[in-house]
């Protein structure tokens, strides 16, 4: 089965810093994008950032460019988001979710449950 | 880049068929044959419903259809049944690498 699972949420302190996770098995990891994606309570999805399959690039939207870092290891079927200097605004369930193909951009067909990240002081 | 602009809700009944609107602008919507559609139940995950423009993901309903013209992209829902009650989201690459979700539509059925 094709499936996702995101781990590492928390509460954290605005300025900390949060490593997630996402394992990934039931599919050839590294032929496919992975994107970050998150949802704040009350709001609608938000892209976070995405990366590349065969080692492709990585990009990000704004409201996090040189404060997280999208990262994957093809070895452990693993992607991860590294997330520093935290916001109250960065509060939200964080989703991982595949792409359709190596580019990111195409269509996110297979998405994980999320996991939970509050930042407060 | 701003969020893409949807409805915040749209209703209708059973059987009857809606189109849930979003639009964009010629750096995003308009340039790019790459929207996506997402319907999102509370507490679940995402669930692609359509993508570049058009196409359909196997397993989608085939009542489910998307199209585009020139910044404003459509998805229609025929056959309406309670079960599509759901958030739904498009969303489309934009210039400089990103990607923009609107800002999700509430389906009631009535």
């Known amino acids: 089965e094709v499936q996702l699972l995101e781990s590492g949420g928390g509460f954290v302190q605005p300025g900390g810093s949060l490593r997630l996770s996402c394992a990934a098995s039931?599919?050839?990891?590294?032929?496919?994008?992975i994107n970050w994606v998150r949802q704040a309570p009350t709001k609608g999805l938000e892209w976070v950032s995405g990366i590349g399959g065969g080692g492709g690039s990585a990009f990000y939207a704004d409201s996090v460019k040189g404060r997280f870092t999208i990262s994957r290891d093809d070895s452990s079927n693993t992607l991860y988001l590294q997330m520093n200097s935290l916001r109250a605004e960065d509060t939200a369930l964080y989703y991982c979710?595949?792409?359709?193909?190596?580019?990111?951009?195409?269509?996110?067909?297979?998405w994980g449950q999320g996991t939970t990240v509050t930042v407060s002081s | 880049q701003s969020a893409l602009t949807q409805p915040a809700s749209v209703s209708e009944s059973p059987g009857q068929s809606i189109t849930i609107s979003c639009t964009g602008t010629s750096s995003d919507v308009g340039y790019y044959n790459l929207v996506s559609w997402y319907q999102h139940h509370p507490g679940k995950a995402p669930k692609l419903m359509i993508y570049?423009?058009?196409k359909r993901p196997s397993g989608v309903s085939n009542r489910f259809s998307g199209s585009k013209s020139g910044n404003a992209a459509s998805l229609t829902i025929s056959g309406l049944q309670p079960e599509d009650e759901a958030h739904y989201y498009c969303c489309s690459y934009a210039s400089g690498g990103t990607l923009i979700f609107g800002g999700g539509t509430k389906l009631t059925v009535l």
């Open positions: 979710a595949r792409s359709r193909s190596v580019i990111y951009f195409y269509g996110m067909d297979v």
């Open positions: 039931g599919f050839t990891f590294s032929s496919y994008a």
């Open positions: 570049e423009d058009i």
